[in-house]
């Protein structure tokens, strides 16, 4: 099926830093989603995408629906330890067509 | 309102074994899901239903048979277990609608199949 590039892997970055990650595909999405999960619990939805270009905040975060509709980009400003957690991209297209990233695993040192 | 629960939290089984794993949602939501997750791989889809005595396949639903007789409840069966199936596996659910509308997820049930 089709994939869902999403990097980096894994970042670890000093409190207060800025962070960005990103998601590719080869194919058409409809919708990008940006979802966090902490472990041992299920992934919590952040930023939902639903028309290319367009451009969403909630707080620190800011998401990005790409203008060919292949790719979304997630900035987090002024990293704090709370952020810690996997942050994983999904393009929908249909009912049974949602697929996720692979995740980025974002480590804050204080 | 308790969300979306989910049980066991932890299972181990041996293969060809069969077990149901609960999902149960109280939010009065229409469409719930089953997904799986693996190392290094994101979330897949197992089966969905879009409202009770609806359900539909899913990327990978081989392996699995659900049902939803009730708004509430979406269980998910093994019949048989495999090794392939040791996963996480997490139940999902929403309001129909735009796939914005925030999907709610379990806390999940690790699965362990010898």
């Known amino acids: 099926g089709q994939q869902l590039n999403q990097s980096p892997q894994s970042m670890f970055i000093q409190e207060g830093e800025d962070v960005s990650m990103n998601c590719t595909s080869s194919?058409?999405?409809?919708?990008w989603l940006w979802y966090k999960q902490e472990p041992g619990e299920g992934p919590v939805l952040l930023i939902a995408?639903?028309?290319?270009?367009e451009l969403t905040s909630n707080g620190r975060l800011t998401a990005q629906f790409g203008i060919t509709r292949k790719d979304s980009f997630l900035n987090i400003s002024a990293s704090i330890p709370s952020d810690v957690g996997i942050y994983f991209c999904?393009?929908?297209?249909?009912?049974?067509?949602?697929?996720f990233g692979a995740g980025t695993r974002l480590t804050v040192k204080p | 309102n308790a969300g979306v629960t989910q049980t066991p939290k932890f299972q181990v089984l041996k293969t060809g074994q069969s077990m149901t794993l609960q999902c149960a949602q109280d939010?009065?939501?229409?469409?719930m899901s089953w997904y799986r997750q693996d190392p290094g791989m994101g979330l897949r889809l197992i089966h969905y239903?879009?409202?009770?005595?609806?359900?539909d396949q899913g990327e990978v639903p081989n392996g699995y048979n659900v049902s939803r007789s009730t708004t509430e409840d979406f269980p998910l069966r093994l019949l048989s277990a495999a090794p392939s199936q040791t996963s996480v596996y997490f139940c999902?659910?929403?309001?129909?609608?735009?796939?914005?509308?925030?999907?709610?997820f379990g806390p999940g049930t690790r699965l362990l199949v010898l």
């Open positions: 999902a659910s929403r309001r129909r609608g735009l796939i914005g509308e925030t999907q709610y």
């Open positions: 194919s058409i999405f409809n919708t």
């Open positions: 995408l639903y028309k290319a270009g």
């Open positions: 999904a393009g929908h297209r249909s009912n049974n067509d949602m697929r």
């Open positions: 939010m009065n939501h229409e469409y």
């Open positions: 239903s879009v409202g009770a005595g609806i359900t």
